[in-house]
């Protein structure tokens, strides 16, 4: 019998995008609650936190992005010219940031509050710009004869507006609840609360863009069995199973407002997770089996056989061993931070 190759790079990449958000989205949370510290002290250990892992996490997003190319050239040739200047965007966001980790450390009191600023900064713009490609990938591309026919600011608009504004809330309340399970005293007490703020705006936000989604888009509200025309209504035969997954999301939500008033320290992180494996579950839903919304499937854009199938023996390899390594990076520096512990 043989392999599905084009689904199953599908899979893969999508894995890898998911992985990126979730680990990459904790430390650019790090990063937007920056000026929401009390003093230099708490943002020196806010940064500690992720200060083992935070280059590592990066690594999906190169798989993610280097797996598009290879396995999906035509997907990636339509895709780059439509979201050529948020992506650009995205990229000096991580270089920024990534400089400003290093140099933050080094520098002197008023060198130091110059990079505390462009972290913080190279964090929000970097997420800020995601939302954008998202919002973008989501609303679909203009595309004739295999090519990007759209124009250069297609992905400016209300709705990817919407979309990065969710997704700042979405990393924010990934890096508060990170900040409870790893700190303790009083920062893991402003923590808390910023979960409790961050964990409503998600939720808010969250809602709105999807039923802004199911309006802007009747291919997805097709999808999800819902008729938002002149004759209105709603096929429950499709909706039905379907609704497993805005439940997920509101267990996580539960899990995160139950673990906020308890003060624990694991629970807002597990459903912040949860909340954002639910998103992630509801956005597949709507635009699979589409790699160009609503244009090209995957399998269309996919790589010949023979090349799929010599990228998986080397994928075989790499992803265990990406998998192996971040489990043990994660271990090897779990439980708490303080001001006497951390990069230096």
Same mark, same amino acid.
């Given at each position: 019998?043989s392999l599905d190759?084009?689904?199953?790079w599908?899979?893969? *990449?999508a =894995?890898?995008?998911?992985?990126?958000?979730?680990l990459?989205g904790?430390?650019?949370?790090?990063?937007?609650l920056?000026? =929401?510290?009390?003093?230099?002290?708490?943002?020196d250990? %806010?940064?500690?936190?992720?200060a083992p892992v935070w280059d590592g996490?990066?690594?999906?997003l190169v798989?993610?992005? +280097?797996?598009l190319l290879?396995?999906f050239?035509?997907?990636?040739? *339509?895709?780059?010219?439509?979201?050529?200047l948020p992506?650009l965007l995205?990229?000096?966001?991580l270089i920024?940031?990534?400089v400003?980790?290093?140099?933050?450390?080094?520098?002197r009191q008023?060198?130091r509050?110059?990079?505390?600023?462009?972290?913080?900064g +190279?964090?929000?713009?970097t997420?800020?710009a995601?939302?954008?490609?998202?919002?973008? =990938?989501?609303?679909?591309?203009t595309?004739?004869d295999d090519?990007f026919?759209?124009g250069?600011?297609?992905?400016?608009?209300?709705y $990817?507006m919407?979309? &990065? &504004?969710g997704l700042? &809330?979405?990393?924010?309340?990934?890096?508060?609840a990170?900040l409870?399970?790893? $700190?303790k005293?009083?920062?893991? #007490?402003d923590?808390?609360?910023?979960?409790?703020?961050? /964990?409503f705006?998600t /939720?808010v936000?969250?809602?709105?863009?999807?039923v802004? $989604?199911?309006?802007a888009h009747?291919r997805?509200?097709?999808?999800?069995g819902?008729?938002?025309?002149?004759?209105?209504g709603?096929?429950?035969?499709v909706l $039905?199973?379907?609704?497993i *997954?805005p439940?997920?999301?509101?267990a996580?939500?539960?899990?995160?407002l139950?673990?906020?008033r308890?003060?624990?320290?694991s629970r807002? =992180?597990?459903?912040?997770?949860?909340?954002?494996?639910s998103g992630y579950?509801g956005l597949?839903? #709507?635009? /699979?089996?589409?790699v160009?919304p609503y244009?090209v499937?995957f399998r269309v854009?996919?790589?010949? @056989?023979?090349?799929?199938?010599? %990228?998986l023996?080397?994928?075989a390899? *790499?992803?265990?061993?990406i998998?192996a390594y971040?489990?043990?990076?994660?271990?090897v520096?779990?439980g708490?931070?303080?001001? @006497?512990? +951390?990069?230096?």
């Amino acid at each position: 019998m043989s392999l599905d190759l084009p689904l199953i790079w599908a899979g893969i *990449i999508a =894995f890898a995008v998911l992985m990126y958000v979730i680990l990459d989205g904790f430390d650019l949370g790090i990063g937007i609650l920056f000026p =929401f510290a009390r003093s230099k002290e708490e943002r020196d250990v %806010m940064m500690n936190t992720v200060a083992p892992v935070w280059d590592g996490n990066e690594t999906w997003l190169v798989l993610g992005g +280097g797996g598009l190319l290879a396995a999906f050239p035509l997907a990636y040739s *339509i895709l780059m010219p439509a979201l050529y200047l948020p992506v650009l965007l995205m990229l000096g966001g991580l270089i920024l940031r990534g400089v400003a980790f290093e140099f933050r450390f080094r520098a002197r009191q008023r060198g130091r509050a110059f990079w505390t600023q462009m972290f913080s900064g +190279g964090s929000i713009l970097t997420t800020f710009a995601q939302g954008l490609i998202l919002g973008g =990938f989501i609303q679909g591309v203009t595309v004739r004869d295999d090519r990007f026919a759209g124009g250069p600011y297609d992905w400016l608009t209300p709705y $990817t507006m919407l979309v &990065a &504004a969710g997704l700042l &809330a979405g990393y924010a309340l990934l890096g508060a609840a990170w900040l409870m399970l790893k $700190t303790k005293d009083n920062l893991h #007490g402003d923590a808390r609360r910023w979960t409790g703020w961050s /964990a409503f705006a998600t /939720a808010v936000l969250l809602g709105a863009v999807s039923v802004a $989604t199911l309006f802007a888009h009747p291919r997805v509200a097709d999808r999800w069995g819902l008729n938002l025309g002149a004759s209105a209504g709603v096929d429950w035969s499709v909706l $039905t199973p379907l609704l497993i *997954i805005p439940l997920i999301g509101t267990a996580g939500l539960f899990l995160i407002l139950d673990g906020v008033r308890r003060g624990s320290h694991s629970r807002p =992180f597990i459903g912040a997770l949860v909340v954002f494996l639910s998103g992630y579950l509801g956005l597949a839903v #709507g635009f /699979a089996p589409y790699v160009v919304p609503y244009a090209v499937d995957f399998r269309v854009a996919a790589a010949p @056989d023979n090349a799929l199938g010599l %990228m998986l023996a080397g994928a075989a390899f *790499i992803v265990p061993m990406i998998l192996a390594y971040t489990a043990w990076v994660y271990w090897v520096f779990r439980g708490k931070i303080d001001e @006497d512990s +951390g990069y230096h």
